[in-house]
Nanobody, 119 residues
Framework: QVQLVESGGGLVQPGGSLRLSCAASGNFRSINTMAWYRQAPGKERELVAT???????TYADFKKGRFTISRDNAKNTVNLQMNSLKAEDTAVYYCHAHINQPGYTGHYWGKGTLVTVSS
């Protein structure tokens, strides 16, 4: 059973910062690309950022410069540092990973962590 568990969400004022973390656990061999997505109320889920096992990153255009994705392969974790937060960043943030298990590579989602940006 593979699980992704996010943490670090909460309430923050506009202009503030938050650091989200996601830890993978269970029976698997390795993790390929890890990513953060978000879903704002009434909107579709959208990609925020990705990071490969080698550390290469991609960002949605409007996130670049404010958000930084990173991972620790030894700990099977991925983080999202979010700075200069705006009200429109309010959303549930989801961790996603492509995980290699014996004879199978699947993609997994965490349950999400809520980020609320409000004064």
């Amino acid at each position: 059973q593979v699980q992704l568990v996010e943490s670090g969400g909460g309430l923050v004022q506009p202009g503030g910062s938050l650091r989200l973390s996601c830890a993978a656990s269970g029976n698997f061999r390795s993790i390929n690309t890890m990513a953060w997505y978000r879903q704002a109320p009434g909107k579709e889920r959208e990609l925020v950022a990705t990071v490969t096992s080698g550390g290469s990153t991609t960002y949605a255009d409007f996130k670049k410069g404010r958000f930084t994705i990173s991972r620790d392969n030894a700990k099977n974790t991925v983080n999202l540092q979010m700075n200069s937060l705006k009200a429109e960043d309010t959303a549930v943030y989801y961790c996603h990973a492509h995980i290699n298990q014996p004879g199978y590579t699947g993609h997994y989602w965490g349950k999400g962590t809520l980020v609320t940006v409000s004064s």
